[in-house]
């Protein structure tokens, strides 16, 4: 790297603290702190969420899948993605924002003490905050070895220079700060995407390389499917992608929950499937292409590193890797500020009394504690193994164990139609999925990867139905909780006034 590159990304560093900095005097409070006040609009909620969903990761693992397989990596990733945010744009979008906007709601699992029980929501806050650190452990490894690939910096202190500036800005502004780098984030990745699509028709046929270039590659990487990416896998992947992508992943939920009104809400999920389906094409093409420019890598997973030294400018190189940066330290932003409003909110009011006594002022210190500890422990364990081990398989994993158990009776429990379900549902569904998956992974140690994601969140659904059906659980208040989600309170006001 250059010291223009190096330049670029001391640039991008200053740039992310100075938004904490600003951030940080907008908050006031805990519901700012966790849920920007409900006042961040639609748009930029749109970017944001969609922006949530990307880490070093795809340029890492992903890139090593796409260069192997070709079109497979985008149907199976980017596709599900986007038509399961377009699904739950109509079904769920809106109703997280109504849990804040009618309930004073802050964090995502805040309101299944009251539509289920105190213990159903603490299982769940638990089983989902302990695994989540490892989870974000995944990704600043996955930082980290692009740093070390571009510039020779040893993985440990790719991870305590990335964390350092992570620490200081979501600490300082929350979910605001978060908003606003993944916004950032979307300005650097558009240009840096840009450039590498750019470079890579320039290199090749021009404009004619989107369908010249299929016929060069090795067979199969045109194909939709290909190896352990099959149609059963697609299809398992758009099951949990709905789940996972409208609030089974946290912190997405808060981005419904930030809009001002559940119909932003609504429009900004529309946005972020929009830019699911289309931008992640112009970002995979260079990937797909690198076979023909990097031929024969050893390490597939260093290909779009290799794609960037070969035919970036000065600078350019700079800004892709900031973009890098940006990606992984925006999802760990918002992964910390969701865990801490889970801590802050759900979990230690419970175990200290104290807690539940604390002021405003007392409170907002504590979930800024809490935001900068998680983040810690997370460096420390990625720092500790020292990244051995597939961070693909980490990540899938991971989402295979905790997003289905978790997100069913999560998920499921605003809509209307699983009313009957109760707290017995929940835990049952809950406990039986990750058994499932326990068994498939570590028993009879499935190397089917449909299997592996699938089966445990279709667990927990038909269990969670059924014991709906069979022991049905509603009450009078769980229901009036669940009734109130269906309307926006500006609605309901000139319903009233007519």
């Known amino acids: 790297m250059s010291v223009l590159d190096w330049s670029v990304l001391g640039a991008y560093f200053l740039v992310m603290i100075g938004i904490g900095v600003w951030s940080k005097g907008r908050i006031k409070n805990v519901a700012d702190f966790f849920t920007a006040g409900g006042r961040i609009p639609w748009w930029l909620s749109g970017v944001s969420h969609h922006m949530s969903g990307y880490s070093a990761i795809m340029f890492v693992a992903f890139a090593a899948v796409a260069y192997t397989y070709g079109l497979a990596m985008y149907v199976w990733w980017a596709l599900t993605?986007?038509?399961?945010?377009?699904?739950?744009?109509?079904?769920?979008?809106?109703?997280?924002?109504?849990?804040?906007?009618?309930?004073?709601?802050?964090?995502?699992?805040?309101?299944l003490a009251r539509r289920y029980n105190l213990p159903t929501q603490q299982v769940l806050a638990y089983s989902g905050a302990l695994l989540k650190v490892v989870d974000i452990a995944a990704k600043w490894v996955a930082i980290s070895i692009l740093l070390r690939g571009f510039a020779g910096i040893p993985l440990q202190w790719g991870i305590l220079i990335t964390g350092a500036v992570t620490l200081v800005y979501i600490t300082a502004g929350g979910l605001w700060a978060d908003v606003l780098t993944d916004f950032g984030q979307f300005l650097i990745q558009g240009i840096a995407g840009v450039a590498m699509f750019v470079a890579i028709m320039s290199h090749l046929d021009g404009v004619a390389t989107l369908w010249t270039m299929w016929d060069k590659l090795p067979p199969g990487h045109g194909d939709p499917f290909a190896g352990p990416y099959t149609t059963t896998f697609f299809l398992?992947?758009?099951?949990?992608?709905?789940?996972?992508?409208n609030?089974?992943?946290?912190?997405?939920?808060?981005?419904?929950?930030?809009?001002?009104?559940?119909s932003a809400a609504k429009r900004s999920a529309l946005l972020s499937s929009v830019l699911w389906l289309v931008w992640p094409l112009v970002l995979f093409i260079p990937m797909f292409a690198a076979p023909l420019i990097v031929p024969g890598l050893a390490n597939a997973e260093e290909a779009y590193i290799r794609l960037a030294q070969t035919l970036l400018p000065q600078g350019v190189i700079g800004l892709v890797l900031a973009g890098f940066f940006s990606h992984t330290m925006a999802m760990v932003a918002s992964d910390a500020n969701v865990i801490s409003s889970v801590i802050t909110r759900d979990i230690a009011p419970v175990i200290v009394r104290r807690v539940r006594e604390l002021s405003a002022k007392a409170e907002l210190t504590f979930a800024r504690v809490t935001t900068f500890t998680f983040v810690l422990v997370s460096m420390a364990i990625a720092i500790t193994t020292q990244g051995k081990g597939a961070v693909l398989t980490i990540v899938v994993d991971l989402v295979a164990a905790t997003m289905g158990p978790i997100s069913i009776p999560l998920m499921l429990g605003m809509l209307p139609w699983f009313r009957r379900s109760g707290p017995t549902a929940a835990i049952v569904s809950w406990a039986a999925g990750l058994g499932v998956w326990a068994y498939i992974k570590w028993i009879i140690e499935s190397k089917d990867t449909a299997m592996v994601v699938g089966v445990p969140l279709a667990t927990s659904l038909i269990l969670y139905v059924a014991i709906g059906l069979l022991k049905p659980e509603s009450r009078p208040d769980r229901d009036a909780l669940i009734d109130s989600l269906g309307t926006d309170p500006?609605?309901?006001r000139a319903t009233v006034g007519t």
Do not use: C, D
């Open 81 to 111: 993605i986007g038509i399961g945010v377009g699904i739950g744009a109509f079904v769920w979008a809106a109703r997280w924002n109504r849990l804040r906007s009618k309930h004073g709601v802050v964090s995502p699992l805040e309101y």
């Open 236 to 245: 398992a992947l758009l099951f949990i992608k709905t789940f996972e992508y």
């Open 247 to 262: 609030g089974g992943m946290w912190n997405l939920a808060q981005r419904y929950m930030a809009s001002p009104s559940g």
């Open 490 to 492: 500006e609605a309901e």
